[in-house]
């Protein structure tokens, strides 16, 4: 990866080989020639999959991240922004075809994490589905500390209506 002093690229400080994109660096830095804050990566290579198949690239990230696959922007989750998953679309891909592919990470403050995933999407699997109705582990926080007995009145009933409520407690 190139590593740079600043959000936006600005002065390129180390370049060096990563095996890839999977770093925690928990508030530090990468390098002692960069601080804790305020700097930005980019990697670059090349995707090369051994099936063609639909993927999905997943990137955790805290802060901004951006993932490009053929030169086209696949996500863009440029932000100052706590941890969390961003989710390209579904991209296509062939068997032995090599694609350009090309990371970028800034670092503000704080946390500084950066985890670069590809699932392959399998077609014969059987779609999940999430239910609309409640489970009791939506409810515990607000039961472990009712702050009155009109709210917690209110949530039992919720609880006893199987149009809202399943499973059993």
Same mark, same amino acid.
């Given at each position: 990866?190139?590593?740079?002093?600043?959000?936006?690229?600005?002065?390129?400080?180390?370049?060096r080989? @990563?095996?890839? $994109?999977?770093?925690? !660096?928990?508030?530090?830095?990468? +390098?002692?020639?960069?601080?804790?804050? +305020?700097?930005?990566?980019r990697?670059?290579?090349?995707l090369?999959?051994?099936?063609?198949?639909?993927? $999905?690239? +997943?990137?955790? %990230?805290? @802060?901004?991240?951006? $993932?490009f696959l053929?030169?086209? /922007?696949?996500?863009?989750?440029? %932000?100052?922004?706590? /941890?969390?998953?961003v989710?390209?679309?579904? $991209?296509?891909?062939?068997?032995?075809?090599?694609? +350009?592919?090309?990371?970028e990470?800034?670092?503000?403050?704080?946390?500084?994490?950066?985890?670069?995933?590809? %699932?392959? &999407? @399998?077609?014969?699997?059987?779609?999940?589905?999430?239910?609309?109705?409640?489970?009791?582990?939506?409810?515990? /926080?607000m039961?472990?500390?009712?702050? %009155?007995?009109?709210?917690?009145?209110?949530?039992?009933? &919720?609880?006893? @209506?199987?149009?809202?409520? !399943?499973?059993?407690?």
């Open positions: 990866g190139e590593y740079f002093a600043g959000r936006s690229f600005e002065e390129l400080k180390l370049t080989q @990563d095996a890839n $994109v999977d770093f925690n !660096w928990e508030g530090g830095s990468p +390098d002692p020639k960069l601080g804790k804050n +305020d700097y930005s990566v990697w670059t290579g090349k090369t999959p051994k099936q063609s198949a639909e993927y $999905v690239f +997943d990137a955790i %990230s805290d @802060d901004g991240a951006r $993932v053929g030169g086209k /922007p696949v996500i863009d989750d440029w %932000s100052i922004h706590a /941890p969390h998953q989710s390209s679309k579904r $991209v296509k891909l062939e068997a032995g075809r090599s694609y +350009d592919l090309k990371v990470y800034f670092q503000a403050e704080g946390g500084a994490q950066i985890h670069l995933g590809l %699932s392959k &999407i @399998d077609a014969k699997a059987a779609p999940q589905w999430f239910s609309t109705r409640l489970s009791p582990c939506n409810f515990y /926080p039961i472990a500390g009712v702050p %009155s007995k009109a709210k917690a009145e209110r949530i039992l009933k &919720i609880l006893k @209506d199987p149009t809202k409520f !399943w499973g059993e407690f």
